[in-house]
């Protein structure tokens, strides 16, 4: 049964669209196939499949609200979906997270080998740097700003910065202060930067941009709790309670931290809190209202 309020129903409605506008970015943007070194473009392209583009959604429903032409949203949309991919199959490699599979199929380094999977996510970074800098609907000001908020999102102060934090703090107990830091920067950063990105396409005001970096940074930590919540249902589900990868690795999770209910508790006030800025925020907020019941009621 859907949950989806009439409020917000009609961005609902145009998310086909907005979906097919991300394909069609991305296909024009990525080599063909058969592009020489055909391997490795193969492995691009199969990086980018599947997936719930919820970030390209962020960025149409953030430019929605402010009504913004969906013209001048796509390479915002385009390349952080990109910088996410290229996250993803990174994350994935045996010196990292060392997974077998990724939405619902093999990793690359699995289905290919771990040099092109390595390859693969540098290629899928400069692509997403390279469709802002092509945007032709967009003026000078607003790439170099794109650019730089992408850049400062996905690197060591931000998404690689906190991937290097997980990794070091792995065995060690973490205040959630230091959790929610570290996913702040881990996951929170480029789920933060769609907002900020929608806000350069629509030139913002100040207020208006903070706004919408506070309904960011909610969405961005509520999402992240929701993963650990979903993860340790799935494993308690499928493994038995103590056999979870996480727990193999005594990793801290929100739920290890708060228990599984109040850490749900602590997901829904994040909701709402969003869902409060969306409403506070000048412009039509079922977009992104739309938006927060989507990923709150997610289940992968
Ligand atoms: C390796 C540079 C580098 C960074 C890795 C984001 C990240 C940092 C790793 C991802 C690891 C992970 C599974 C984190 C949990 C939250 C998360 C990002 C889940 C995957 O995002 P979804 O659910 O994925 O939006 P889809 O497949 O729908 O695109």
């Not at 990105?197 to 960011?216: F, M, Q, T």
């Not at 409060?276 to 039509?284: C, D, F, K, L, T």
């Amino acid at each position: 049964m859907s949950l989806i309020s009439p409020e917000v129903s009609a961005f609902h409605a145009r998310v086909p669209a907005y979906l097919h506008r991300l394909e069609r970015t991305t296909d024009a943007l990525l080599p063909p196939a058969g592009a020489d070194p055909a391997r490795l473009h193969q492995a691009i392209r199969y990086a980018c499949e599947g997936g719930k583009h919820l970030r390209a959604l962020m960025v149409y429903a953030a430019g929605e609200t402010l009504g913004v032409a969906p013209e001048l949203l796509d390479p915002a949309a385009c390349a952080v979906e990109l910088i996410h991919a290229y996250s993803l199959v990174h994350d994935d490699l045996p010196g990292m997270d060392n997974d077998d599979l990724r939405r619902g199929r093999p990793t690359v380094h699995k289905a290919y080998d771990e040099a092109t999977a390595i390859l693969v996510g540098d290629a899928l970074q400069t692509f997403a740097f390279e469709v802002l800098a092509n945007a032709g609907a967009l003026d000078a000001e607003q790439k170099v700003r794109m650019i730089r908020s992408l850049a400062h999102a996905s690197g060591s102060l931000g998404m690689v910065g906190g991937q290097a934090v997980d990794m070091a703090s792995e065995n060690l107990t973490l205040s959630v202060a230091q959790l929610e830091s570290l996913h702040g920067r881990k996951t929170g950063a480029l789920i933060l930067v769609t907002c900020q990105l929608a806000g350069i396409a629509a030139r913002a005001p100040d207020a208006v941009g903070h706004a919408l970096e506070r309904y960011g940074k909610c969405i961005g930590l509520a999402f992240q709790i929701q993963d650990d919540v979903l993860d340790q249902v799935a494993d308690t589900a499928t493994l038995g309670k103590t056999a979870g990868k996480d727990q193999a690795q005594h990793k801290s999770t929100f739920p290890s931290l708060l228990g599984l209910d109040q850490a749900r508790q602590r997901a829904d006030a994040l909701f709402d809190e969003a869902r409060e800025v969306a409403r506070s925020i000048p412009g039509n907020a079922a977009a992104l209202l739309w938006l927060a019941d989507h990923i709150q009621q997610r289940d992968h």
